[in-house]
């Protein structure tokens, strides 16, 4: 069973400190793996799209790793903002074209 | 450009009415998805579009649950005899391809309550 894990469920940091939240999949069979922003009563915003081929994605302030062999995925956002308060989820993309979702990493920013 | 669009946002209906959703995709993406994400559960898988056929409609919890897609473009999720199970909120998203290699960009979903 093709199942993703997201650690912790929820966690708190005080404003300017590093972020660093991760993600393991049990199928190393992957296509690709993406992180998504979600605010709550809202819909999903890609963040990072990371291949199969490639060990990591950077845009802004995020940075995600890939370590396919070990099933393992994490995202950093440096520099913690209020604004960045959001559910972060992780989402993995096998042959048969569907996501496979962990639940998320709740995520509050303190100011 | 416009992104993936949804309608209703909001959708309250009676135990055992029918309700249709519906997916605008992103002009030119070839492949639509439907995700539910129920309170508690994440979000699961229902069916992939690839034009107008669905290739996979096994994640579709029951036969109360069926979806059109109609000139390659604009998706609708009907859901028959609604019970309380099934609220939820409803996502739709669309690929450039059906490779999976490809981004899939998120619609802001239908919410839909079954009182």
């Known amino acids: 069973k093709q199942e993703v894990t997201q650690i912790p469920a929820a966690l708190s940091v005080p404003e300017g400190e590093n972020l660093v939240l991760n993600c393991s999949f049990t199928?190393?069979?992957?296509?690709?793996l993406q992180w998504f922003r979600q605010d709550p009563g809202k819909g999903l915003t890609s963040l990072l799209l990371?291949?199969?081929?490639?060990r990591e994605q950077t845009s802004g302030r995020l940075n995600a790793s890939l370590d396919k062999s070990s099933g393992r995925s994490t995202l950093y956002i440096a520099a913690s903002q209020p604004g960045d308060s959001a559910t972060y989820l992780c989402?993995?993309?096998?042959?048969?074209?569907?996501?496979?979702f962990g639940k998320g990493n709740q995520v509050v920013v303190i100011p | 450009g416009a992104g993936v669009s949804q309608s209703p946002s909001n959708k309250v209906t009676e135990k055992g009415k029918d309700v249709e959703l519906r997916c605008d995709p992103i002009?030119?993406?070839?492949?639509l998805y439907w995700y539910r994400q129920s309170l508690g559960q994440g979000l699961e898988f229902l069916i992939y579009?690839?034009?107008?056929?669905?290739?996979?409609k096994s994640g579709l919890p029951s036969d109360r649950f069926s979806a059109e897609r109609t000139g390659g473009s604009v998706s609708t999720l009907t859901i028959q005899r609604t019970q309380q199970e099934d609220s939820a909120v409803y996502l739709c998203?669309?690929?450039?391809?059906?490779?999976?290699?490809?981004?899939?960009?998120f619609g802001p979903g239908t919410r839909l309550t079954v009182t």
């Open positions: 998203a669309s690929s450039l391809s059906q490779t999976s290699s490809y981004e899939q960009y």
């Open positions: 199928d190393s069979a992957i296509y690709n």
């Open positions: 990371i291949q199969s081929s490639q």
């Open positions: 989402a993995v993309t096998y042959g048969n074209n569907r996501l496979a």
């Open positions: 002009s030119g993406h070839t492949a």
């Open positions: 579009f690839q034009g107008n056929s669905a290739p996979d």
